[in-house]
C-alpha cells in the first residue's frame, strides 16, 4: 500500500504526532532495530485518546465519533509516510513531497 503512493502531503498533525512516538530498541529479532511500539505508540495503549490530546481533539459527549476516530487513524497510519519523507530527507517539514513509483526518493515540490 505505502509505495504505491507517489504524492503525499505532511502535514503540522503528523510532526505533532511523531514528536510523541515512543521509540525503543527491539533486540528480539534477527539483528535488532529500533522501532517505534505498536502497542503503545504515544506512550499509552489507549492510541485514540494520546492522539486526541496530542492534536487537541475534543470528545463529543463520553466517546470520539465515528468520524473522528476515522480521521485519527489515518492520520496515525499516514505517520509511517511522513516519518519515511524525514529518514529520506533529513528534515521534518511540513509540505507536499512526491517520489518515483518504486523508489524512496521522496522530495519536496512545495
Same mark, same amino acid.
Given at each position: 500500500? %505505502?509505495?504505491?503512493?507517489?504524492?503525499?502531503?505532511?502535514?503540522?498533525?503528523? %510532526?505533532? %504526532?511523531?514528536?510523541?512516538?515512543?521509540?525503543?530498541?527491539?533486540?528480539?529479532?534477527?539483528?535488532?532495530?529500533?522501532?517505534?511500539?505498536?502497542?503503545?505508540?504515544?506512550?499509552?495503549?489507549?492510541?485514540?485518546?494520546?492522539?486526541?490530546?496530542?492534536?487537541?481533539?475534543?470528545?463529543?459527549?463520553?466517546?470520539?465519533?465515528?468520524?473522528?476516530?476515522?480521521?485519527?487513524?489515518?492520520?496515525?497510519?499516514?505517520?509511517?509516510?511522513?516519518?519515511?519523507?524525514?529518514?529520506?530527507?533529513?528534515?521534518?517539514?511540513?509540505?507536499?513531497?512526491?517520489?518515483?513509483?518504486?523508489?524512496?526518493?521522496?522530495?519536496?515540490?512545495?
Amino acid at each position: 500500500m %505505502l509505495e504505491e503512493i507517489k504524492r503525499f502531503e505532511v502535514k503540522e498533525q503528523h %510532526l505533532k %504526532l511523531i514528536s510523541k512516538m515512543w521509540v525503543q530498541y527491539n533486540d528480539y529479532t534477527e539483528f535488532g532495530a529500533p522501532e517505534i511500539d505498536p502497542k503503545r505508540p504515544y506512550g499509552n495503549s489507549d492510541v485514540y485518546d494520546d492522539i486526541a490530546e496530542i492534536l487537541n481533539i475534543k470528545k463529543k459527549g463520553d466517546d470520539f465519533t465515528a468520524k473522528q476516530e476515522k480521521e485519527m487513524l489515518q492520520l496515525h497510519m499516514d505517520t509511517a509516510i511522513a516519518i519515511q519523507i524525514f529518514f529520506v530527507t533529513g528534515k521534518m517539514e511540513t509540505g507536499i513531497y512526491e517520489k518515483s513509483q518504486y523508489g524512496i526518493d521522496w522530495k519536496k515540490i512545495k
